[in-house]
DNA sequence: GCAAAAGTGTTCGGGCTACACCCATGG
DNA sequence: CCATGGGTGTAGCCCGAACACTTTTGC
């Protein structure tokens, strides 16, 4: 049988500012090779699997820093048009300042998700600037006593791979659930941040708009204020601050 | 490279009364074979491996109904003794009642974990009536901006190896987790049921006493009361529930 | 009557939401 | 001076925890 390992890579860049004078909005991005798919590493029988995973993250991009966690072993054939049976993905958070180098086929993508009303349905348009790939996703929900199945298929073609798109679904919903559980908002930015750029990674990550002033609070045992002040915007400047690490939550 | 798939199964069984007239206790269980490892599935190349996993489930234990959702897939040889390399684990709750044949092999072993006070390590005992099979698990947390990383280590000899140690113990941070975000507490239990029987899933699944005025409450919007009474107990009897299938939570 | 379990109601506090309001900045 | 972002305070609401209390049953 073949094995397979692979990465669902996110990370958090800044556009363009729509006007000079206020905040760089961020964008979640993914990471995808030339031919639309996601990197991958093959799993050594000598090496933990984690560490053949890790290895070839900082092989890539030539760095230590960044998140790790296994998402899902995907064994389903017909996902694949290759000879690959058995596919275990692991997902990456990694901040681009913190990438010394990189493949020259790998670009990161803009994700935007559209059709929000109709849960059951989304459309998903990843942009690199050059290319845009657009495809559907249906969730079909199957609910009874003994389980609840979430089942997700691709409609009609797209340029990407079903496996693809459903490795980006299952990840960002992965995201969704960290981010409320664990201190993984933190691996997308520098070590110091204002609250604005941590609100920004919630708000890309939840897809939802939060009030500042409770979002203030409801993060102020996770972080530590630092004496540096900086100028994000041409208004008040905010004091940087960094992760608190004596911060305990009942991690999952 | 050599693939496994196996299955941590979880069930939950009567104890023996304390008083004829009280209500009878429920155990956690957990199903191992007669070398104490884990029931184990071939994946086969031409079928999807949750089907592969659900099929080895029908064939063992005759019958459809359970509940089973891929749990972790382990890959660090350090575990081995085998020739296996690469590990994928499905979780599976079953309800005892359901269960129309087994392997001879097989048993359910009650699950009891001490030394609470002490989170970083846990004392555990299986026990199957004829047989105590016990271990320590050391957690070692490791924090930082980056991650949050849990590391559990089997101290010391145990008839049990680290793997099928770590993979009870993961099964039972995976069910807390469920229990609280899905409805895989009624997969323990008969279609119709007490509440205080739902409470005591609950309460084996999450190791606390709960306050059944409050747990009623929680509950309410999950269940739905049916028109039949049953003695549980040598006191009131209670009504019989069943599972509300119009419930809709944002399962995960 | 009593102990145990089934079931209802009330109070309290913490956390989240909404929002008013202040300060700081530069165009 | 005003738009925007940084930052504080407060009032309301919901949910969970604690607990008092009633009802039902068999011994």
Redesign the pocket.
Known sequence: MKIKGNFIIFSADNEERK?????KEKKLQVVLDKNNSLPTFDISNKEYIKKSAENQIELLFKTNKFYIEQLYTWGDPEYYTSNTELTVTYLVIINKKNIKNMPDSFTFYDINIENKEKANQQDVILNNGEKKIQYKIDTIIKRNRENVEYTNKLVGKSEISELTAIIIHTGIKRLRNRIENTNIAFSFLDKEF????L?QIYEIILDKK?????????I?PMIK?TDK?V?????????R?TFNDEFIRNWV
């Open positions: 006007d000079v004078r206020r905040l204002a609250i604005s750029e609100q939060l009030v500042a002033a409770n979002f203030r609070k409801k102020d204020k002040v100028k994000e915007s041409a208004y008040r400047p905010s004091s601050y």
